[in-house]
């Protein structure tokens, strides 16, 4: 099984600094790349097979797909700014994208057939929401969420946990296809801390322990989610931004929580 957790490396000739496949992750859904672009540097991509949600972590880029031009897209400089801007590319098609500034952009990618058109997804689209209590309490961004039909296999997030609070918690699993009460979904984490020279924890296991990781995360840090349970905590004073790409046979998040700590609030 590939290593859970992923660094980035020195930004390549495009400035890519991950490149996550399904044959490099052992799966069979879910693509995640991310480029740290300076100014003016450019980087397009067929899509061929596959959808594409390419998501402005940060920065200003101009942006096209499938040939048209869809200009300067991106507000926030930094992941704890608000919401993000996204454009969504289907299969079948290809998109390019020029850092207006410096800038960070995630590609997010599942399979698809190219059945939806090109389109920007704007900070007024996505869905905003405070779950938990006490401690528990995180703020997501729904920016392809089950509820949207604009994605085909894609479902796409981001979540802000603040410092001494747990987040992906109480534990919960999407690794079995029984829809409609669960489905089977493959995850990437994409994690980036507010002070970077922090750490955040992430835990990935299952029921009978077969799979049972705990890994200390950096800023910048991916962790692959294949199956089993995946909560994750920020410790005191360093807030957690994340960043969800699901993908699976069926278009719906259905999780199974942990039956020892379902009595927790979600």
Same mark, same amino acid.
């Given at each position: 099984?590939?290593?859970?957790?992923?660094?980035?490396?020195?930004?390549?000739? $495009?400035?890519?600094?991950? =490149?996550?496949?399904?044959?490099?992750?052992?799966? *069979?859904?879910?693509?995640?790349?991310?480029?740290?672009?300076?100014?003016? $540097?450019?980087?397009? $991509?067929?899509? @061929?097979?596959?959808? #594409? %949600?390419?998501?402005?972590?940060?920065?200003?880029? &101009?942006?096209?797909?499938?040939?048209?031009?869809?200009? #300067?897209?991106?507000? =926030?400089?930094?992941?704890?700014?608000?919401?993000?801007?996204?454009?969504?590319?289907?299969?079948?098609?290809?998109?390019?994208?020029?850092?207006?500034?410096? %800038?960070?952009? @995630?590609? %997010?990618?599942?399979?698809?057939?190219?059945?939806? +058109? @090109?389109?920007?997804?704007?900070?007024?689209?996505?869905?905003?929401?405070? =779950?938990?209590?006490?401690?528990?309490?995180?703020?997501?961004?729904?920016?392809?969420?089950?509820?949207?039909?604009? @994605?085909?296999?894609? /479902?796409?997030?981001?979540?802000?946990?603040?410092?001494? +609070?747990?987040?992906?918690?109480?534990? +919960?699993? +999407?690794?079995?296809?029984?829809?409609?009460?669960?489905?089977?979904?493959?995850?990437?984490?994409? &994690?980036?801390?507010?002070?970077?020279?922090?750490?955040?924890?992430? *835990?990935?296991?299952?029921?009978?322990?077969?799979?049972?990781?705990?890994?200390?995360?950096?800023?910048?840090?991916?962790?692959?989610?294949? *199956?089993?349970? &995946?909560? #994750?905590?920020?410790?005191?004073?360093?807030? /957690?931004?994340?960043?969800?790409?699901?993908?699976?046979?069926?278009?719906?998040?259905?999780?199974?929580?942990?039956?020892?700590?379902?009595?927790?609030?979600?």
């Amino acid at each position: 099984m590939p290593n859970l957790l992923v660094h980035p490396s020195a930004p390549d000739a $495009q400035g890519a600094v991950h =490149r996550i496949s399904p044959a490099s992750a052992g799966w *069979r859904y879910v693509g995640f790349d991310v480029y740290r672009l300076k100014a003016g $540097q450019e980087v397009d $991509q067929p899509t @061929a097979g596959e959808e #594409v %949600c390419l998501v402005l972590v940060s920065g200003k880029a &101009h942006v096209g797909a499938g040939g048209k031009d869809f200009g #300067v897209i991106g507000e =926030r400089m930094s992941p704890f700014e608000g919401a993000p801007w996204s454009l969504y590319v289907p299969a079948q098609s290809s998109w390019a994208a020029q850092a207006e500034t410096d %800038c960070e952009l @995630a590609v %997010c990618k599942a399979p698809a057939e190219g059945r939806l +058109h @090109a389109r920007v997804i704007g900070p007024d689209e996505v869905g905003l929401e405070t =779950r938990g209590k006490g401690t528990n309490v995180r703020h997501v961004r729904n920016i392809l969420p089950d509820t949207s039909a604009y @994605a085909e296999s894609l /479902l796409v997030v981001e979540v802000i946990t603040p410092g001494g +609070h747990w987040s992906s918690y109480p534990p +919960h699993k +999407h690794d079995v296809d029984d829809f409609p009460r669960e489905t089977y979904l493959e995850e990437t984490y994409y &994690h980036r801390l507010a002070q970077p020279g922090g750490f955040a924890l992430q *835990r990935v296991y299952t029921d009978d322990r077969s799979l049972d990781e705990t890994m200390a995360v950096s800023d910048g840090d991916v962790v692959l989610v294949p *199956r089993g349970y &995946h909560p #994750v905590g920020a410790p005191h004073g360093i807030d /957690l931004y994340y960043l969800n790409v699901m993908a699976g046979p069926v278009r719906q998040w259905k999780f199974t929580m942990s039956p020892e700590l379902s009595f927790l609030t979600w």
